[in-house]
């Protein structure tokens, strides 16, 4: 019986090993944004994501001052008429701070795209911050050099001055785009 008890269990150990591999607590992030529009530059970034996330929230952040090109119910049609065939991402709209977004729905991870310098500056202090703020960490991924020079405003001058832009968003949104100009 001593005898028993003193052999180190080599199966509870085995199993304790695949469990915490297969049972590990499920990842989820969000990627916060205006995406007016969901540019080329974003999915660059998001669809890198996706891999190394279980479930990916795309957050549209509603700045009440801020004057937007497209509203919010174009932009979350928009993001989902791309990933309509993603699981793992989810469309979600918020105002406030990111933070207590995060905090709120349970979230540790926030996603962010960096095409230079400027942004890195710029989403340093915010990441910092947030992390003292709410112990939410920020997943930093570097944008492809193909998409890097991307942003929506570049898209929404373009837009407004008759330019193309299809070069520069998903293919999938070109029709709401186009009755959107319709519109004007
Ligand atoms: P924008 O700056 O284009 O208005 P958002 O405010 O919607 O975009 O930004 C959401 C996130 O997407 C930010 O982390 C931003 O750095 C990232 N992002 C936007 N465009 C690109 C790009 N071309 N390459 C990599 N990341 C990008």
């Known amino acids: 019986m001593s005898d028993y008890i003193n052999k180190p269990n080599s199966n509870l150990k085995n199993l304790q090993t695949k469990t915490s591999s297969i049972y590990r607590k499920s990842l989820s992030a969000v990627f916060p944004g205006s995406f007016d529009p969901i540019t080329l530059g ?4 998001i669809n890198r994501a996706l891999p190394l996330f279980d479930r990916l929230i795309i957050a549209i952040g509603i700045n009440v001052d801020k004057k937007y090109m497209f509203d919010t119910d174009t932009r979350i049609e928009m993001i989902k008429t791309v990933y309509r065939n993603e699981p793992k991402i989810e469309v979600m709209q918020y105002s406030g701070l990111t933070v207590d977004f995060c905090q709120q729905n349970d979230l540790k991870f ?7 310098p400027a942004d890195f500056e710029f989403e340093k202090t ?3 911050t947030n992390r003292k703020l709410g112990d939410v960490e920020t997943v930093f991924l570097l944008t492809g050099p193909e998409t890097s020079f991307i942003s929506s405003s570049i898209v929404r001058d373009i837009f407004r001055n008759g330019g193309d832009i299809s070069k520069l968003v998903p293919a999938e949104i070109m029709h709401v785009i186009i009755s959107e100009q319709k519109k004007e």
């Open 42 to 45: 974003h999915t660059d970034i």
């Open 110 to 116: 926030i996603l962010r795209g960096l095409r230079n």
């Open 126 to 128: 915010i990441a910092q």
